[in-house]
C-alpha cells in the first residue's frame, strides 16, 4: 500500500531538505511527544529561534512529519512501500534513507500511542456467525437455501467504551464473489502500474 500526500502535506514537508539529519530527528522526536502530550507553541519558538526560521515554517514541517510516521504506521506499510511513497517529495536518497530509518525506529511506539487515543470511528471488536439452511417448503419438498448470518460487535472509544453490533445477512455465493473481489483489489494495488499511478496522484 502506498501513501497518497496532499499537496499541503507536501508543502509542509518541503522543509526538511533545508536542515541537517541531527533536526530531522529532532523533529521525530517532537513529533512523538506531540502524540503523547499534544502540540506545544513553546517548542516551535524555541526550535524557530534555534534555526532562524519562522515558527509557522517548523510547525508545518513538524506536523507534516508527524502525519508521515502515523499514516505509514497506522496502515504498517512495509519499507518498498514507504520508500516508493515518499519518492513524490524529491528528496535525496540519503534524506529518504533518514525518513525510513525513522519510520522503522518508531512505528510500534506510534502505533502503541495510537490505539489509546480517543477516535469517534468504530473498531472491529468480535464477530459471531451463524450458516441457516432452508431444506423445504410447502410448495417444494427439495430446496437448499443456505444463508449465512454474520453479528458484528463493534466498539468505540470517545472517553469511555462503548459497544454495538451490526447484524449482516447473505447468501455464500455472494460472501464468495465479495471476498474474491476485495482480494483482487488488494493484489491491484501491489503491481508496478498501480504504483506508478499512485506516484502521479496529485
Given at each position: 500500500?502506498?501513501?497518497?500526500?496532499?499537496?499541503?502535506?507536501?508543502e509542509h514537508l518541503s522543509?526538511?531538505?533545508?536542515?541537517?539529519?541531527?533536526?530531522?530527528?529532532?523533529?521525530?522526536?517532537?513529533?512523538?511527544?506531540?502524540?503523547?502530550?499534544?502540540?506545544s507553541p513553546k517548542v516551535?519558538e524555541g526550535a524557530a529561534?534555534?534555526?532562524?526560521?519562522?515558527?509557522?515554517?517548523?510547525?508545518?514541517?513538524?506536523?507534516?512529519?508527524?502525519?508521515?510516521?502515523?499514516?505509514?504506521?497506522?496502515?504498517?506499510?512495509?519499507?518498498?512501500?514507504?520508500?516508493?511513497?515518499?519518492?513524490?517529495?524529491?528528496?535525496?536518497?540519503?534524506?529518504?534513507?533518514?525518513?525510513?530509518?525513522?519510520?522503522?525506529?518508531?512505528?510500534?511506539?506510534?502505533?502503541?500511542?495510537?490505539?489509546?487515543?480517543?477516535?469517534?470511528?468504530?473498531?472491529?471488536?468480535?464477530?459471531?456467525?451463524?450458516?441457516?439452511?432452508?431444506?423445504?417448503?410447502?410448495?417444494?419438498?427439495?430446496?437448499?437455501?443456505?444463508?449465512?448470518?454474520?453479528?458484528?460487535?463493534?466498539?468505540?472509544?470517545?472517553?469511555?467504551?462503548?459497544?454495538?453490533?451490526?447484524?449482516?445477512?447473505?447468501?455464500?455465493?455472494?460472501?464468495?464473489?465479495?471476498?474474491?473481489?476485495?482480494?483482487?483489489?488488494?493484489?491491484?494495488?501491489?503491481?508496478?502500474?498501480?504504483?506508478?499511478?499512485?506516484?502521479?496522484?496529485?
Open positions: 500500500m502506498l501513501l497518497v500526500l496532499s499537496e499541503e502535506h507536501k522543509f526538511l531538505p533545508q536542515v541537517d539529519a541531527a533536526v530531522v530527528g529532532e523533529f521525530g522526536r517532537i513529533a512523538l511527544e506531540f502524540l503523547r502530550r499534544g502540540a516551535y529561534r534555534k534555526l532562524c526560521v519562522p515558527v509557522e515554517m517548523v510547525q508545518h514541517g513538524v506536523e507534516g512529519l508527524m502525519f508521515l510516521m502515523t499514516e505509514s504506521s497506522k496502515h504498517m506499510i512495509s519499507e518498498v512501500d514507504f520508500l516508493d511513497s515518499v519518492l513524490v517529495l524529491g528528496f535525496s536518497e540519503e534524506l529518504n534513507q533518514m525518513l525510513l530509518q525513522l519510520y522503522l525506529q518508531h512505528h510500534s511506539q506510534i502505533r502503541s500511542i495510537l490505539s489509546h487515543l480517543p477516535s469517534s470511528m468504530p473498531a472491529y471488536h468480535n464477530l459471531e456467525w451463524r450458516l441457516d439452511v432452508q431444506l423445504a417448503r410447502r410448495s417444494v419438498r427439495q430446496q437448499l437455501i443456505p444463508m449465512l448470518t454474520m453479528r458484528v460487535h463493534l466498539t468505540r472509544s470517545d472517553g469511555h467504551s462503548n459497544y454495538n453490533s451490526r447484524i449482516l445477512q447473505t447468501d455464500p455465493s455472494t460472501l464468495l464473489h465479495l471476498i474474491s473481489t476485495l482480494e483482487a483489489a488488494l493484489a491491484a494495488m501491489k503491481t508496478s502500474h498501480a504504483r506508478r499511478i499512485l506516484r502521479n496522484i496529485k
